[in-house]
């Protein structure tokens, strides 16, 4: 995804002169190479973006962009630091090689997803990202080093000012960077006033003058985090300080209320948007707080030094690596434990009734006589939520990467490529399970639909996928029978305004972690026993160490046919093709040598599937096998290196060796 402002459009054989906020979705890894201030020009499918979206509309991508213009020299400059704390950061084992420059200048082109997955669970997620933390860390660190230099009061804030414009050019000029310089800054005015009671008037003036210079704000989830988290920071945080201190070290009071003030401030919203309560939020930020100073601070040295001596930027990288470690260590621990997210209802009546539950809540805090209803009812809602945890896991699973959907008698894989972002094979046989599935992952952008036949199970649920999400396009096999499904797919993805590209033999594509090549059909088949399930596409991922085959609804002739061309079909998991049915090529399933096979299967079908035989056949081998129809969802994750299988019903394990 990469963010431009559009000034000319041409379509129709008509100009368009504008000034309007987009968001590109393309593969081309060359859009990762371009630096704000480039004026560049590209061809695509415009829509219109999702509703509370902050730009005005959405373009699919056809292709590299053409630069017709260099960036300016401060931006190159900075683009020369963000690429230097890359390297700097190179020798560093992987977690914390991704993670440093996250919390240094948002950069997450290399975390980890278990990594990132685990910030989300235990609520650390502000961390990846250029937020107000950072531009705290960067005006604390220039205010104490003014401090020791003896620079007057009413300067000092002005030094700060001046850094931290440049940290917003270091860490590029996005909207959520410039609303966190802005909160930066009414914390200056306050300062420099030297009256606390500025801070309240100086926030409310930032929103208005905000709302009013772009008014989508109003509508925009991190803006509205932003101005939470301030006042909290405002508002609630001086006093629980002062009252906490009186029984605690000042520096743990004073680390215990600031995450607990934003929390709180902010935990509506974050309901209200990611239909969980991350319970351990704040112990987890407040374990944090010791080690982000120090990451975020060798960060930015190591950036600067990177460009003129690497080594040096190397030997600081590595200063950098143990807070980094820490907070690593933090997550994984976190998201680890029973109850460290818990289910909540989304949208309005979520954010209401947590509103409601910290209004009741808070004035109990001050009241020596609830003081032990308050523990007593604290403790029997850990039990129960840890009760509930270990009955029924935590959906998603940390570290996720591929899910087969329970969908019935029929085929819904789920490839993540990106938060909140996946790619999906096959839709299933009725819209509401697939969408059950995907909204339960959080995907609200589909780069691409590839329907590997045109058979019902597969695609009758696309209207699931498409309805109140960014799809880029949807890709079919090279065979458009049945007839009556290929209309509807293209009447589907015509009044959506996504458009259908037919796949082809050997189409490779890369997107975040995930590889992918078509190796089958060669050919559309003719006059076996079933045309549409022998022409079915037949696609080969790796993600990290992992290699996953997906193979439709392939009976023994297109089975015997790819060993025939002498395709490599080994993989460390196998999509069991047509549903584990006893039309199977036992050399195939030999040749394939999976660890573990997904069957998508739905309970109590008439067809007999899965065959008997079929699973006989795979356990005789060492595979082991997970079907949908009795685990529910099956996520695949990376954990410590190791594949993981999770049912969602509560089966799950280590994939064998």
């Not at 290399?110 to 705290?136: C, I, K, M, Y």
């Not at 699973?397 to 938060?419: K, N």
């Not at 996928?465 to 015509?494: F, K, N, S, W």
């Not at 395709?567 to 047509?578: E, M, N, R, S």
Request: glycine share 10%.
């Amino acid at each position: 995804m990469a963010r431009v402002r559009v000034e000319t459009v041409r379509t129709g054989g008509r100009t368009f002169r504008l000034r309007a906020p987009v968001v590109v979705l393309s593969s081309e890894p060359s859009w990762l190479e371009l630096l704000p201030s480039q004026r560049i020009r590209t061809e695509g499918r415009l829509r219109p973006p999702e509703r509370g979206d902050d730009v005005a509309a959405v373009l699919s991508g056809r292709g590299p962009p053409v630069v017709l213009s260099g960036p300016s020299g401060v931006q190159r400059a900075a683009g020369q630091l963000r690429a230097g704390l890359r390297r700097a950061v190179d020798p560093l084992p992987a977690g914390e090689r991704g993670l440093l420059p996250g919390l240094v200048v948002g950069d997450t082109s290399r975390l980890d997803p278990s990594v990132r997955e685990d910030f989300r669970t235990v609520g650390l997620t502000h961390l990846t990202a250029v937020s107000g933390t950072n531009v705290a860390i960067v005006v604390g660190a220039v205010l104490l080093l003014c401090r020791r230099l003896r620079v007057g009061l009413r300067i000092s804030p002005v030094v700060a000012a001046v850094a931290l414009a440049g940290f917003v050019v270091l860490a590029r000029p996005s909207p959520s960077v410039l609303r966190a310089a802005v909160m930066g800054l009414v914390a200056l005015v306050a300062l420099s006033s030297g009256n606390r009671k500025a801070a309240m008037p100086a926030l409310a003036t930032a929103v208005l003058v905000l709302v009013l210079a772009d008014p989508d704000l109003a509508a925009t989830p991190g803006f509205a985090l932003s101005v939470l988290a301030t006042g909290g920071l405002l508002v609630l945080a001086p006093a629980w300080r002062e009252r906490w201190s009186r029984h605690l070290p000042r520096w743990l009071a004073d680390a215990l209320a600031v995450p607990a003030a934003a929390q709180v401030a902010c935990g509506p919203v974050v309901v209200a948007i990611s239909s969980s309560l991350g319970l351990l939020s704040v112990p987890a930020n407040l374990l944090a707080v010791p080690a982000v100073a120090p990451a975020t601070v060798t960060g930015v040295v190591a950036a600067l030094l990177a460009p003129v001596w690497l080594p040096a930027a190397h030997a600081v990288a590595w200063v950098g690596w143990l807070p980094t470690a820490w907070l690593v260590l933090v997550a994984r621990t976190g998201a680890g434990l029973p109850g460290a997210s818990v289910p909540w209802p989304n949208g309005m009546r979520g954010a209401l009734l947590l509103a409601g539950f910290t209004v009741l809540l808070l004035p109990a805090l001050r009241r020596r006589r609830l003081r032990l209803a308050r523990l007593a009812g604290s403790t029997g809602a850990a039990v129960v939520t840890a009760g509930l945890s270990m009955a029924a896991p935590a959906w998603p699973p940390t570290g996720w990467f591929l899910v087969a959907c329970d969908v019935g008698q029929g085929d819904a894989v789920v490839l993540r490529v990106g938060e909140g972002s996946a790619v999906v094979i096959d839709a299933g046989p009725e819209p509401r399970a697939v969408d059950r599935c995907l909204d339960d992952l959080g995907v609200r952008q589909v780069p691409l639909v590839l329907l590997t036949h045109l058979h019902a199970d597969h695609t009758d649920g696309l209207p699931g996928v498409l309805q109140g999400r960014t799809v880029g396009e949807v890709e079919i096999g090279p065979l458009d029978d049945p007839e009556e499904q290929h209309d509807d797919v293209l009447g589907q993805a015509r009044d959506a305004e996504v458009p259908v590209q037919r796949a082809a033999l050997g189409e490779a594509r890369t997107v975040g972690p995930l590889h992918l090549s078509v190796i089958a059909p060669g050919r559309a088949y003719r006059g076996t026993s079933s045309d549409p399930n022998n022409s079915s596409l037949v696609v080969r991922l790796r993600v990290g160490p992992t290699t996953v085959l997906l193979t439709g609804d392939v009976e023994p002739e297109a089975q015997r046919d790819l060993l025939r061309r002498g395709i490599d079909v080994q993989a460390d998991v196998l999509k069991v093709p047509h549903h584990g049915s006893a039309s199977q090529e036992p050399a195939f399933l030999d040749a394939v040598g999976a660890s573990v096979a997904l069957t998508s299967v739905g309970a109590g079908n008439t067809y007999g599937h899965p065959s008997r035989n079929t699973l006989d056949r795979l356990l005789a081998t060492g595979t082991r096998s997970f079907r949908t129809d009795l685990d529910g969802d099956i996520a695949l994750a990376h954990r410590d290196g190791q594949l993981v299988v999770i049912g969602r019903r509560g089966a799950g394990s280590a994939a064998p060796r």
